[in-house]
């Protein structure tokens, strides 16, 4: 990959994405785990729990987070310090070369893991003009030559074999994200009815209300202190919760 691309790429529109609303949504959670003075009878603290890094980095680089996470499970079994017998390193299993060509430096953290594959994921739908799902998970799987190749699906049983369990695992998950505005939002789909559709959901055309141009993360690094942050004020608001429920 030309290194002019991923300069290109990253000062895009498509990265220039949510620093205010990932600091308010820091915000919320922050205060809430600020203890205020119990009244006579304490309230429960609202359930609100931060957003994953699947919500997190499919928003930033307008991917479905269930899809994201369906590939992490068929690839790792959520595992972030997995290798496989092929050399394919963490949570999204990139192969050594994949993930130096987009910009992850531990394969181990899971975090760089899945901004690399989700870097990666971008790149072979809007720079290699791949539309068709199937043919987006074949690529990440076997790499986008095949599937240029071959002009669809490459026949190598391992390749078709990994398509059909990520597609199975994201349709039969709680649902593609739930984001409100998700093209993918009605396809809520259950072991009941999932046969019932026969087309896979689009890679994702996310809309998410008050989320503009102007509000999206600038770099990764800003992406990655602040999922610290909420991380650590994730933790906050569990102790508080716990703190309360063992208060007499």
């Given at each position: 990959?030309?290194?002019?691309?991923?300069?290109?790429?990253?000062?895009?529109?498509?990265?220039?994405?949510?620093?205010?609303?990932?600091?308010?949504?820091?915000?919320?959670?922050?205060?809430?785990?600020?203890?205020?003075?119990?009244?006579?009878?304490?309230l429960?603290?609202?359930?609100?729990?931060?957003?994953?890094?699947?919500?997190?980095?499919?928003?930033?680089?307008?991917?479905?987070?269930?899809?994201?996470?369906?590939?992490a499970?068929?690839?790792?079994?959520?595992r972030?310090?997995?290798?496989?017998?092929k050399?394919?390193?963490?949570?999204?299993?990139?192969?050594?070369?994949?993930?130096?060509?987009?910009?992850?430096?531990?394969?181990?953290?899971?975090v760089?893991?899945?901004?690399?594959?989700?870097r990666?994921l971008?790149y072979?739908?809007?720079?290699?003009?791949?539309?068709?799902?199937?043919?987006?998970?074949?690529?990440?799987?076997a790499?986008?030559?095949a599937?240029?190749?071959?002009?669809?699906?490459?026949?190598?049983?391992?390749?078709?074999?990994?398509?059909?369990?990520?597609?199975?695992?994201?349709?039969?998950?709680?649902?593609?994200?739930?984001?409100?505005?998700?093209?993918?939002?009605?396809?809520?789909?259950?072991?009941?009815?999932?046969?019932?559709?026969?087309?896979?959901?689009?890679?994702?055309?996310?809309?998410?209300?008050?989320?503009?141009?102007?509000?999206?993360p600038?770099?990764?690094?800003?992406?990655?202190?602040?999922?610290?942050?909420?991380?650590?004020?994730?933790?906050?608001?569990?102790?508080a919760q716990?703190?309360?429920?063992?208060?007499?």
């Open positions: 990959m030309d290194a002019s691309w991923a300069n290109e790429y990253y000062e895009s529109p498509v990265i220039r994405w949510c620093t205010s609303w990932l600091a308010l949504l820091l915000g919320v959670a922050v205060l809430l785990a600020i203890p205020a003075p119990a009244p006579a009878q304490s429960p603290l609202p359930s609100v729990v931060p957003p994953s890094i699947f919500d997190i980095v499919g928003i930033m680089f307008n991917l479905d987070p269930s899809l994201l996470q369906a590939i499970s068929v690839e790792s079994g959520g972030a310090k997995a290798v496989s017998p050399g394919a390193s963490g949570l999204m299993q990139l192969m050594p070369d994949t993930a130096r060509r987009f910009g992850v430096r531990d394969p181990f953290n899971p760089e893991s899945v901004l690399g594959a989700a990666f971008a072979l739908h809007e720079y290699a003009g791949i539309e068709d799902l199937p043919q987006l998970l074949a690529a990440y799987n790499g986008e030559g599937v240029s190749r071959y002009r669809g699906l490459p026949p190598y049983p391992e390749t078709r074999e990994y398509v059909r369990r990520v597609l199975l695992t994201y349709l039969l998950s709680d649902g593609p994200s739930n984001v409100q505005g998700s093209s993918v939002h009605s396809y809520r789909l259950t072991r009941g009815n999932v046969r019932q559709r026969t087309e896979p959901p689009p890679i994702s055309r996310m809309s998410v209300p008050g989320l503009t141009e102007a509000t999206r600038k770099t990764e690094t800003d992406v990655l202190a602040q999922l610290e942050q909420i991380k650590s004020a994730r933790s906050r608001v569990l102790r716990q703190h309360q429920k063992q208060a007499p």
